[in-house]
T-cell receptor, first 115, second 113 residues
Framework: AQSVSQHNHHVILSEAASLELGCNYS??????LFWYVQYPGQHLQLLLK??????LVKGIKGFEAEFIKSKFSFNLRKPSVQWSDTAEYFC?????????????FGKGTKLSVIP | NAGVTQTPKFQVLKTGQSMTLQCAQD?????MYWYRQDPGMGLRLIYY???????DKGEVPNGYNVSRLNKREFSLRLESAAPSQTSVYFC????????????FGEGSRLTVL
């Protein structure tokens, strides 16, 4: 079974700072990778996804993530954060071709952006 | 477009009481899921329904039952609530084969005293 590790529990940044949230997964085969975001008081929504192809994927609101297969990593980045990016971010992984019931979430990283 | 709708949004129960969380989706998705979210634990799958007429256990099914009423609706029942079931519950839906692309409801916050 796969597992996901998110390195940071809580990250605090000032507006305009750059963001990188770490995510590593453990699985022996090919995977699909996701970042979901949960804004305060709201439901989770998909931020970006990687299935195959270009390992640098772009998502909504200026976020991007890079899949590094050799490092089993899928780190989330944003060059300049805004106060509105304050949210909890979840990395998730599922074996390629598997049903969504096999989706495994990390424990989440809470991002607080200070104006 | 409502997406995934859950009711109720908040509920307080006493230990031993029962309740049902309702979920409905209007995206014509085949698959539906119930997760619980606890601080520092991420999301854990309770039960899922790959398609109408089928249900299967997820990672943490103990103390819960589910019913896939039709293609739109998927309910979660706590027969005898325990304090350990205090959590935020999320319903989600997807196309079967969507491989991880889930659409979530807004959550139901349950407190068991």
């Amino acid at each position: 079974a796969q597992s996901v590790s998110q390195h940071n529990h809580h990250v605090i940044l000032s507006e305009a700072a750059s963001l990188e949230l770490g995510c590593n997964y453990s699985y022996g085969g090919t995977v699909n990778l996701f970042w979901y975001v949960q804004y305060p008081g709201q439901h989770l929504q998909l931020l970006l996804k990687y299935f195959s192809g270009d390992p640098l994927v772009k998502g909504i609101k200026g976020f991007e993530a890079e899949f590094i297969k050799s490092k089993f990593s899928f780190n989330l980045r944003k060059p300049s954060v805004q106060w509105s990016d304050t949210a909890e971010y979840f990395c998730a992984v599922t074996p390629s071709g598997a049903g969504s019931y096999q989706l495994t979430f990390g424990k989440g990283t809470k991002l607080s952006v200070i104006p | 477009n409502a997406g995934v709708t859950q009711t109720p949004k908040f509920q307080v129960l006493k230990t031993g009481q029962s309740m049902t969380l309702q979920c409905a989706q209007d995206m014509n998705h085949n698959s539906m899921y119930w997760y619980r979210q606890d601080p520092g634990m991420g999301l854990r799958l309770i039960y899922y329904s790959a398609s109408e007429g089928t249900t299967d256990k997820g990672e943490v099914p103990n103390g819960y039952n589910v019913s896939r009423l039709n293609k739109r609706e998927f309910s979660l029942r706590l027969e005898s609530a325990a304090p350990s079931q205090t959590s935020v519950y999320f319903c989600a839906s997807s196309e079967w084969g969507a491989s991880g692309e889930l659409f979530f409801g807004e959550g139901s916050r349950l407190t068991v005293l």
